[in-house]
């Protein structure tokens, strides 16, 4: 089955702990993407990347850092997170051919709390 | 101006109307566009791309103004099912950058 899987779905954590979000697609797709989405401001890219080590800032990066050393994997890393980071988190894949005609497929979301 | 703007609704209609979303986007240099949908609490899905001829899919109908930098969504024959939230996305400085609006909560009443 074609998906993108995000691991952990539910996370809870403290102020200053560095945690990893992990995003996979089976679908050899070239395109990933991180967004965070918060009430009242609607879905906001972090972070993507076109390609295997390929990777650039959407419009709200602070404070996040992320990775493609694989084209199956694009891991989002908060190195110090901080409680305005709590959001709801979707990573996103798609492929390239036709320009950027493609659908876009989201993961299930990653529920994120910093205390 | 924001960069991309929708009816901020909510939009309640009976099953059966004909409803319509707008979208505004400030970019003229956008060249992708998208209407997706969000059910509550889940990841979005797209619904349809948006195609400067505009185009259909069954019930659902997606129109591009350049000029107006203008999209639209219309729902004939409104579904139960069709209750969620629609979310118009436009391409911003590279292909790679989407930019979605807020989202436009639909609910269709029995």
């Known amino acids: 089955e074609a998906q993108v899987t995000q691991n952990p779905r539910y996370l809870i954590t403290v102020t200053g702990k560095k945690l990893t979000v992990t995003c996979s697609q089976n679908?050899?797709?070239?395109?990933m993407s991180w967004y965070r989405q918060d009430p009242g401001l609607g879905l906001r890219q972090i972070y993507y990347s076109m390609n295997v080590e390929v990777t650039d800032k959407g419009d709200v990066p602070e404070g996040y850092k992320v990775s493609r050393k694989e084209k199956r994997n694009f891991p989002l890393i908060l190195e110090s997170p901080s409680p305005n980071q709590t959001s709801l988190y979707f990573c996103?894949?798609?492929?390239?051919?036709?320009?950027?005609?493609?659908?876009?497929?989201f993961g299930p979301g990653t529920r994120l709390l910093v205390l | 101006r924001k960069e991309v703007e929708q009816d901020p609704g909510p939009f309640n209609v009976p099953e059966g109307a004909t409803v319509a979303f707008n979208c505004t986007y400030s970019n003229s240099a956008s060249q992708s566009f998208f209407w997706y949908r969000q059910d509550c609490r889940k990841e979005p899905k797209l619904l349809m791309s948006v195609y400067s001829s505009g185009n259909e899919d069954g019930r659902f109908t997606a129109q591009l103004n350049r000029a107006s930098q203008y999209i639209s969504l219309l729902i004939r024959d409104s579904k139960l099912s069709d209750s969620a939230t629609y979310l118009c996305?436009?391409?911003?400085?590279?292909?790679?950058?989407?930019?979605f609006g807020k989202g436009t909560k639909l609910s269709v009443k029995p």
């Open positions: 679908m050899n797709h070239e395109y």
């Open positions: 996305v436009v391409n911003r400085r590279s292909q790679g950058n989407l930019i």
């Open positions: 996103a894949s798609s492929r390239t051919d036709r320009g950027f005609k493609e659908t876009q497929y």
